[in-house]
């Protein structure tokens, strides 16, 4: 069985992770809730979670949500998270 659509899959999110360091390094602002700098999510992309909470802002390794909690990027979709980066470049 080949893997080659599994393989482009990790590579993207490799390659988002990447960019989304890259960015941080480049433009990030301090967290509101944590000690470290992070993206901030512009405001039509703090997709909605459960509980009215939303991502506000993206770190090197998490989502932070409104409330502070943070959560694997995989609780995005690869859509989602690209179009979150997209709007950093």
């Known amino acids: 069985m080949k ?11 490799q390659e988002l992770q990447e960019e989304i360091t ?3 390094d480049k433009k990030g602002k301090a967290s509101k809730t944590r000690s470290c700098s992070v993206l ?4 039509d ?10 991502f506000v802002e993206i770190s090197k390794s998490e989502l932070i949500d409104n409330s ?10 690869l859509e989602q998270l690209c179009e979150i980066v997209d709007s950093f470049l």
Do not use: A, M, P, W
């Open 3 to 13: 893997n080659t659509f599994r393989r482009k899959h990790l590579t993207l999110e």
């Open 22 to 24: 890259r960015l941080i």
């Open 40 to 43: 901030k999510v512009k405001s």
């Open 45 to 54: 992309q703090q997709f909605n979670l459960d509980g009215g909470r939303y």
């Open 68 to 77: 502070g909690y943070g959560y694997h990027f995989s609780c995005l979709t």
